[in-house]
């Protein structure tokens, strides 16, 4: 997708200085590596579109970053776009951080104008530039050095952590007082009071992109050491005669949650390398080393384990990572995690962010008005190098998000551009919340799919699957024109007639299927259904393969 998920450490000189640089993502369902990375680091650059503004995840890491009293530079980016609004983006950064509760200080913020793609930067919007150093300079004048004591006694705040081949787990983070050399003992200082005396192995600096090996390391510095296996992120690397623990790294809570279990359809073991309830355990488990916002725990089932992440795009990464490794997996639909404080039960909100033609802005917000979103701010944008477009701000449940996004591209026929981040916790309205329902096109027999019975069966709905293609019973192969489920032959052969050779009618025209990624799945499936996960395929099937269990349970209302 072109995002950043996890956060990246690099490093340049210039003019004498070593600039310690660290790339974070922006979106907020990865605001754990947003979270540690800024104890990390000493100021920040906002990067922002000359196009479309500051937008809800540059709300969010903004709002972290006050809140630690880093000072920002503001970097407007893509200026020689033909469509750029600087001056309403400049205007509209600057209510964002009085909005936020910036300091004086901090809403005396330099902006530099860049375009990226050619490599320019600029302090004068209407003086192009000629290359990069007018950033460059702005970061030696405006961000401050590291506030450090060399005399002290040792203290890194391990905040990341790396996997070498050869050197095994590694602590990354900056020392903030003392220094740090090769074979010195340390101890490492763990949650409640945990002490682990060991002994640094091997110790590595950022060079570039790279990682360069260090005999020694000064406070200031952002260090990768080795050695340490108790290690965890929020740990505090110590002096072994003067332990003194830094205060932990926390970030915020889960937000939605979905059950990852064993693959058990038909099909299962024929794609993956892991299969079972040990390896699943296993990988979930060692995510949580590195993934702070992750949660995952056990269930009564030995092959269902809950896992809880800070968004459906967090999660979605997780599972498609996991395949990629080889695992085979069932995820379910996900649900938000509700939190009770006495009597009162709360939700999680979000801010919701649409740009879409004015053309379909009636579409948008007729949905969205029956999915609780109360409209905060609207605004015409103009432009000359094609339709004008509504930009809309959204107040939204989290529960009224999920599956919004396949239905507004497929209304707004693509033109849609969402973005939406977590706000607070809010009480459970009584009002109902209309949410996307669907029917499904589910196979009703095991076999191979024909294009005679995709033919007959594509007028009933939106199809997931061509010709040739294995299936099994129980099966989602499409979807269905009606909000009901409907069983469905698409095995079905033709046969050779009296009255008809089976090859000689007319051409059949079939329908291309719809493309079906992790996220439209995710996103597409009901509660009585499931994602199938293998290395090679992704299915959508009922958790109840057989019609008949379908039936009986529908009428016992589970």
Known sequence: RGITIRAKNASVTY???KINIVDTPGHADFGGEVERTLRMVDGVLI?????EGPMPQTTFVLRKALALGHKAIVVINKIDRADAVIDDVVNRTFDLFVHLGATDEQLDFPIVYTAAIKGTATLDVNKPGTDITPLLDTVLDKIPAPAINADAPLQILVLSLIQDLYKGKMGVGKIQS???????????????????????SDLAVYSGLERTDMERAEAGEIVAVAGLDEVSIGDTIADAEHPVALTRVTVDEPTVQMTFSVNNSPFAGREGKYLTSRHLRDRLFKELETNVSLRASETESADKFLVAGRGELHLGVLIEQMRREGYEL???????????????????YEELTIQVPETYQGAVIEELGKRRG??????LIHSDAGPSEMHLEYHIPTRGIMGLKNLLVAKTRGTIIMHHVFVAYEPVEERDLAVATHGSLVAHEDGTS???????TQERGTMFIGPVVEVYRGMVVGENSRDEDMDVNVCKEKHLSNMRASGTDEALVLTPPREMGLEFALEYIGPDELVEVTPKSLRIRKRLLNPDDRRKARKSGK
């Open 178 to 200: 003392g220094s740090i050399a090769r074979r010195q003992n340390v101890i490492v200082l763990g949650k409640d009071g945990a002490q682990f005396p060991g002994k640094v």
């Open 374 to 379: 109360e409209l905060r701010h609207m605004r």
């Open 330 to 348: 069932q995820v379910s639909q996900p649900e938000v995690i509700v939190h009770r404080e006495g009597d009162k039960v709360l939700e999680p």
């Open 450 to 456: 024909t294009g005679y019975a995709i033919f007959m």
């Open 15 to 17: 003019k004498g200085v």
């Open 47 to 51: 990067l922002i579109d000359a196009k």
